[in-house]
């Protein structure tokens, strides 16, 4: 199925036209997208680094968890919203590159690693709150951190990539 | 900007940058595959852990959170952390201008970016210093007094100046 006139008709949109043809609307854009991406893997690292028993270890995970969620889904919203707009500017071309796709999977597997450890580890967070997280949790922590470090290379990348896969 | 592009390749900015451009490391960086990508993700972490770790200073500063540490316990927490990532940004960022001496060296955005580093790095000596000697005074049950708020918050602020300015590295023309 050809989807080139779906990206066209993105990037006519009032937000991907003005995002792509303003001198400085991908920089501003961008800018903000880096600063929401740096809060989310900041305070998502800081969880993981407690599940792993490496750092913060004498918080309670519950409130170290309260403290730093808020942030993490505050920030990932703007990133989504921002990440969207820089998307729309090119959606044809941010479609034809793997990097892109490999962030936006690898994205999906953080959500469903986290999704698993608060529906099924999270329900004996009583028995260690304020001690070592059990195996369950160190692996959450442990998968977390390594999508999230490999999400932000395949960020990085994309900017190398855009535009050589057209 | 323009004119201070204008007045950096008035210098013997250019030529430097050139003539490092042709060293071994800067050929290995900018040639090896993934090098500076790499590079760049690591700069990333950094800067994205070192401004979260002024975000929690914040959040127990404020009293909004981490309110079963004490503030003493907040700083001894982070700001290692912070100092940690600033070397880093700075062993990183050295490595990336080698790597691609005329994107960086001949760039106002990048050259602005390094005013405001040290600036920011001996502030938050100072910010640590001074927080560290007035400790217990400061950790009241309504956060800190109005000054430390206001200069915890103005960091924050400035470290999102840096990293705006660190993006637009890649798109002031040079």
Same mark, same amino acid.
């Given at each position: 199925?050809? %989807?080139? #006139?779906?990206?066209? $008709?993105? @990037?006519?949109s009032p937000i991907g036209d003005w995002v792509a043809s303003s001198a400085a609307g991908f920089p501003n854009v961008e800018v903000v997208h880096v600063i929401a991406i740096c809060v989310v893997f900041g305070t998502v690292a800081m969880m993981d680094l407690r %599940?792993?028993? %490496?750092?913060? $270890? @004498?918080?309670?995970v519950t409130e170290l968890s309260r403290d730093t969620l808020v942030w993490t889904w505050g920030a990932f919203g703007v990133a989504a919203l921002s990440g969207a707009a820089l998307w729309m500017s090119k959606a044809h071309v941010y479609m034809r590159d793997p990097w892109f796709y490999a962030k936006m999977i690898l994205i999906g597997v953080a959500g469903v690693n986290m999704m698993i450890f608060h529906v099924i580890t999270w329900k004996t967070i009583g028995q260690w709150d304020r001690?070592? #997280? #059990?195996r369950a949790a160190k692996i959450a922590g442990f998968t977390s951190l390594a999508l999230w470090l490999v999400v932000i290379f395949c960020a990085r990348e994309i900017?190398?990539?855009?535009g050589v896969y057209e | 900007m323009v004119a201070f592009s204008a007045w950096i390749q008035s210098t013997s900015m250019p030529g430097f940058a050139l003539a490092l451009q042709k060293t071994g490391l800067s050929m290995f960086i900018a040639m090896t595959p993934y090098v500076i990508p790499a590079l760049q993700t690591i700069h990333i972490y950094a800067v994205a852990m070192l401004f979260t770790g002024?975000?929690? +200073?914040?959040v127990r500063i404020f009293m909004i959170g981490n309110k079963s540490r004490t503030l003493a316990q907040t700083m001894d927490r982070f700001m290692p952390w912070i100092w940690w990532c600033l070397l880093v940004l700075l062993i990183t960022g050295v490595l990336m201008a080698v790597g691609e001496p005329p994107r960086d060296l001949q760039n106002p955005a990048f050259w602005t970016k390094m005013g405001v580093v040290p600036v920011a790095a001996l502030l938050? +000596?100072?910010?640590?210093?001074s927080m560290r000697s007035h400790v217990l005074a400061w950790d009241t049950p309504h956060g800190g007094p109005a000054a430390v708020k206001a200069?915890?918050?103005g960091f924050m602020f400035l470290w999102m100046v840096i990293m705006a300015l660190g993006r637009w590295i890649a798109y002031v023309p040079t």
């Open positions: 199925m050809d %989807l080139q #006139p779906l990206w066209d $008709k993105i @990037e006519q %599940l792993l028993g %490496l750092a913060s $270890k @004498e918080n309670r001690g070592k #997280p #059990p900017g190398f990539t855009l | 002024f975000l929690m +200073l914040n938050t +000596l100072w910010f640590d210093r200069a915890s918050v």
